[in-house]
């Protein structure tokens, strides 16, 4: 049973400390998208990339936020300095182009204090 | 620029009524169409989707129908279930997107027994 998984599944952190969120996208899927949901904002693509390379990152803060794909199976989100208002439940979803469909991870909750 | 708009919700039914979640859409060239739902606690995953003008989606009683004229994709069931509690979001991938997708404020929906 193929899924994507996110770790960790909970965050609660203080206000200037890094936060590193982690995605493990399906095995063969080469397109990785990072969302955040806000109850005020909704659903926000943040970045996605294709084969490893940032296709589009225009939806991030650039001054404290950053995403890498290391390799093929790990998609990493950093925030430095994080602050109370990226508290928010941040998706990764994976998926092929030629299907449309993103399969989405179970989410990290954040919460910076 | 593409875009989707959602019914506002929050939504309340009660057991076996009928549902429609209204969607429409703004969009360039052929897009694909799509309904998500996210259960509490979890990722958004697909519900249904459509490809070209006419096409019916359908799946666990849910049905949409790309109408192109309309510029619609409204969700449908006719007997809905507590356990359809969910917030339910409506997306357009326009052709040559590379996989993106375009997502609705999402439509919450509560089914009181």
């Known amino acids: 049973d193929a899924r994507v998984t996110q770790t960790p599944r909970h965050k609660v952190t203080e206000m200037g400390q890094e936060v590193t969120m982690r995605c493990q996208p399906i095995?063969?899927?080469?397109?990785v998208f990072w969302y955040r949901q806000t109850m005020m904002q909704g659903l926000e693509l943040l970045a996605y990339f294709r084969n490893r390379a940032p296709l589009d990152d225009s939806g991030m803060p650039k001054d404290r936020f950053s995403a890498e794909m290391p390799d093929a199976t790990l998609a990493t989100l950093k925030i430095q300095p994080s602050e109370p208002r990226d508290s928010a439940v941040y998706f990764c979803a994976s998926g092929e182009p030629a299907d449309d469909e993103q399969f989405f991870g179970p989410g990290t909750r954040l919460t910076v204090l | 620029g593409n875009s989707v708009t959602q019914m506002e919700g929050p939504v309340t039914l009660s057991e076996e009524a009928f549902l429609t979640i209204n969607c429409t859409y703004t969009a360039t060239g052929y897009p694909s169409l799509f309904w998500y739902v996210q259960y509490p606690g979890e990722g958004l995953q697909l519900l249904l989707k459509?490809?070209?003008?006419?096409d019916k989606g359908s799946n666990k009683g849910f049905e949409a129908t790309y109408r192109k004229e309309t510029t619609s994709f409204h969700l449908e069931k006719g007997s809905v279930q507590v356990s359809d509690s969910a917030v339910y979001f409506c997306a357009l991938s326009e052709w040559g997107s590379q996989g993106n997708l375009i997502f609705g404020k999402g439509t919450k929906l509560s089914v009181k027994p």
């Open positions: 459509a490809t070209k003008a006419d």
């Open positions: 095995l063969g899927h080469n397109t």
